[in-house]
């Protein structure tokens, strides 16, 4: 609260979710996607990740131009959900990501906070774009 986030269309005077089902939803694509994600980085020769990004969306771009790194290996240590709010067609929602990194040359856990913007396409709900905060 009070921040300014440089990310289309969301501000904290948007309306919270409070329906169950919608914020089950919205956590089960970001869960399947960090998932995916990591199982990718890791060295997994699908992109299922991308089914959980929208085609034409930032984040999309940026899944498909990302270079792997053979040496680096990520574990997901932690991914706490925040609060989901709702305004103009798209669904904004917090999360803190803990990842553990481990490359040759360097280890540790990695910690950040994002805010991610999403779009209902079909019965999922895809992640447009997102902004590491703070």
Same mark, same amino acid.
């Given at each position: 609260?009070?921040? @300014?986030?440089?990310?289309?269309?969301?501000?904290?005077?948007?309306?919270?979710?409070? /329906?169950?089902?919608?914020?089950?939803?919205?956590?089960?694509?970001?869960?399947?996607?960090?998932?995916?994600?990591?199982?990718?980085?890791?060295?997994?020769?699908?992109? /299922?990740?991308?089914?959980?990004?929208?085609?034409?969306?930032?984040?999309?771009?940026?899944?498909? @131009?990302?270079?792997?790194?053979?040496?680096?290996?990520? @574990?997901?240590?932690?991914?706490?959900?925040?609060?989901?709010? +709702?305004?103009?067609?798209?669904?904004?929602?917090?999360? +803190?990501?803990?990842?553990?990194?481990?490359?040759? /040359?360097?280890?540790?856990?990695?910690?950040?906070?994002?805010?991610?913007?999403? +779009?209902?396409?079909?019965?999922?709900?895809?992640?447009?774009?997102? +902004? @590491?905060?703070?």
């Amino acid at each position: 609260e009070g921040k @300014t986030y440089t990310i289309a269309g969301f501000s904290a005077d948007l309306p919270a979710v409070t /329906d169950g089902k919608l914020k089950e939803a919205v956590y089960k694509s970001l869960v399947a996607y960090n998932s995916t994600w990591i199982d990718f980085v890791n060295g997994g020769d699908g992109y /299922d990740c991308l089914s959980y990004l929208k085609a034409d969306g930032a984040a999309y771009h940026e899944a498909i @131009t990302f270079v792997k790194d053979a040496d680096m290996k990520e @574990t997901f240590e932690k991914l706490i959900l925040g609060k989901i709010y +709702q305004g103009d067609g798209f669904i904004y929602v917090f999360d +803190q990501e803990s990842i553990h990194v481990k490359k040759p /040359d360097i280890e540790g856990t990695s910690v950040r906070k994002v805010l991610y913007r999403m +779009q209902p396409i079909g019965d999922i709900y895809k992640i447009v774009d997102y +902004q @590491t905060v703070e």
